[in-house]
């Protein structure tokens, strides 16, 4: 069973930057805004970061609160059942390629749906091995190629002892904190000013989280169209942009 | 077998609650085309307009039903196409409209509109919603004037797009962030589209909000965003990517200045462009629609 408190320390280990997934590689378009001179500084990353938020992560803690709750609905059904019936493990693997599918059809972009998977594989490779679970096994089963980041994110936050506002709101912090990093490397900026506009978007990431979980209905799946898909067309640009650029050095 | 005709706003009078029109039904006053007084505002107004085809004889499309709806108007212009006239400006703060569209098995339609709708304040938010099915071996080419949001207005479009698995499409919608030298509006669009039930593509576009306002994740100093979308059969050989394993040589992707046509995880390419103006982003969008082609040819590797 697991402890209502255990959220919030696996909140942080899941939103830790150090957590051994390979999110430090990604830039969230920040560095082809920046080689094309749409980020010059702070104030264009303010807006980068304000607007970023309120589309692609938006989409990210809905997806990932719908995740964690399809993720813990059936670790309970594990954990009441010693055997999994092969037909309950089939309904599972449905279920989360059905959800894999809602975030293909929110991610038009095709170099962001690889980003998304490339991203999904490394954390579920990590995940695995820290909160080992059946759970985990069925959804890495199901979606071989990895599933989209959100996705993993939500269902290891399940595995984890995370509530789905909480899976919500690492999403969320993951869609601004790494390019605010990685802004921080490229321009050279203050890294504190920078993570000054991070505190004051936080009243905005509690807000996300919020509206990502509105929309979800108790791990039904007939939910899930209806969940937001916020899309921003100058990130769906950056991203061809960037996968076209030889010299990145950013993966994403 | 004859048509049912019906175009031009016809009398004033509250719409019964059944609107089905039985074919056959010619050269009598057309029936049931309404405005309604809502509960929103005075003189506020709520419209449905239907468009059906049906298969003729020889193959052909026949349109069985033509239901206009003030503003909603629409007008036959051509052996399998429909221009929606618009009757009156609009829509204004408190209108609801809505057009729903049925494509038949094997049927052919295009739909257009002779001018921009400028959508005005009100006292209420206003809603456009675009029901369309597109039937087995059918094919839809909807590509209306661009949607104006005049400064002050709260509005909300919603398309609900429903594809059989062969049928083939062709949707813009083009969204221009207020009149010449205005601030916009504010804007919510959701559009959500379904290959035999399965989901295709979903987007929402929030326009006029201090979140997205000037981001350069969103639309940057962009006045007008707009989107194509293609999709069928043709688009089908690429519904599978070969995701994970980077391609033997590098992927050249059909992009440029201010448009990306991106091909779906479905059978269908999305073209996104952003422009200052409407003129460039039309221009921009039908760049991006030659490249749909040019992938639904096979001739741009895509990934």
Known sequence: ?252 | MSDTWQTGPGPRRKRPDHMTIVSGMTGTAPPTAGTVMSATGAGAITARAVIRTAAGPGGTTRLETLLSDPPLTLRRTGPARVHLVGSGAGPLGGDHLTLDVDIAPGTALEIRSVAAMLVLPGPADSTMTVNARVGAGASLRYSPEPTVLAAGCTHRLTVRLSLAADAEVFWREEIIFGRHGERPGRGHSRFDVTVADRPLLRQDLVVGRPSVEGSPAVYGHARCVGSSLVAGPRWSARAVPAIGNDPPTAPVQASGDGWTALPLAGPGVLVSALAPDAVELRARLTRGEEAAERIAAGRIVAW
């Open chain 1, 1 to 252: 069973m697991r402890e209502r408190s255990a959220g919030e320390a696996a909140l942080l280990l899941l939103a830790d930057s150090r957590l051994p997934a390979g999110g430090h590689a990604h830039s969230g378009g920040v560095e082809e805004a920046i080689r094309l001179g749409t980020i010059t500084g702070r104030d264009d990353l303010a807006g980068f970061l304000r607007g970023r938020l309120a589309t692609a992560g938006l989409v990210a803690a809905a997806l990932a609160a719908a995740a964690c709750e399809l993720g813990a609905a059936l670790a309970d059904v594990e954990d009441m059942e010693e055997d999994v019936e092969e037909e309950d493990a089939d309904d599972a693997c449905r279920l989360w390629r059905r959800l894999d599918a809602e975030a293909d059809a929110r991610t038009a972009s095709p170099a962001l749906r690889e980003t998304a998977r490339t991203q999904g594989r490394l954390l579920i490779r990590t995940a695995r091995r820290i909160w080992p679970s059946a759970m985990l096994d069925t959804l890495a089963r199901a979606v071989p190629d990895g599933a989209h980041h959100p996705v993993v994110l939500g269902a290891t936050a399940a595995v984890a002892g995370c509530e789905p506002r909480q899976a919500a709101l690492a999403a969320a912090h993951g869609s601004v904190a790494a390019p605010a990093t990685a802004a921080v490397r490229l321009l050279g900026l203050d890294p504190v000013a920078v993570h000054g506009l991070l505190a004051a978007l936080a009243p905005d990431l509690d807000g996300t989280a919020h509206a990502a979980c509105a929309s979800l209905g108790g791990a039904r799946s007939v939910e899930w169209p209806g969940l937001p898909a916020h899309a921003a067309p100058a990130l769906d640009l950056l991203a061809e942009g960037h996968r076209r650029n030889p010299l990145r050095l950013f993966v994403s």
